[in-house]
């Protein structure tokens, strides 16, 4: 599979069949999962370079990843789940972030709740606040949209343009 884009301060959209690798992708710049080959380049930084042998740790790629699924920890509340990705912050600073994405995301009242007593809309946010809580360079979303209801769906795409507005990043959707 060759793959070759730039985004610039928009939101990209990767279409195409099931099965075609656009999931595949996403992990790849992501450093999820390594290519046979190629390069990956993020604001002139070299994540992966297979014939330079880079292939910079997923943990130093400064990307937000919303998994299909969310994957949000079942063990954790709104607040530690959002608060994952940046347990290395000074308290007070980590504790002001996470405050901002949870009025940011109309998630202020839910910060005690665990994920298995949200709504999937409520779910979604979650995950998304997760992805940005580090502040990356990039968003990748993997088809967020997938399980929610046709109405769900709308109000959330809605938010996420909403969102993406206010970010500084790039944005690269699944769909």
Do not use: W
Request: glycine fraction near 8%; proline fraction near 5%.
């Amino acid at each position: 599979m060759g793959v070759n884009f730039a985004v610039g301060q928009e939101i990209m959209a990767i279409l195409g069949p099931s099965g075609c690798g656009k999931t595949m992708t996403l992990k790849c710049i992501a450093g999820l999962m390594t290519p046979d080959q190629g390069k990956i380049v993020l604001n002139e930084q070299v994540l992966f370079d297979s014939q330079q042998r880079i292939n910079l740790p997923t943990r130093e790629r400064n990307i937000g990843f919303l998994f299909q699924n969310y994957a949000l920890f079942p063990h954790l509340t709104v607040y530690e789940n959002i608060a994952f990705g940046i347990r290395q912050l000074p308290v007070a600073q980590k504790n002001e972030r996470v405050q901002q994405l949870l009025d940011k995301m109309r998630l202020d009242r839910f910060g005690h709740r665990y994920p298995v007593e949200l709504s999937g809309g409520q779910q979604q946010r979650v995950a998304l606040a997760r992805a940005m809580a580090p502040e990356p360079e990039v968003l990748l979303l993997d088809e967020p949209f997938s399980a929610l209801d046709t109405q769900v769906k709308e109000r959330l795409e809605a938010e996420l343009l909403e969102i993406q507005s206010e970010f500084q990043g790039h944005v690269l959707f699944v769909t």
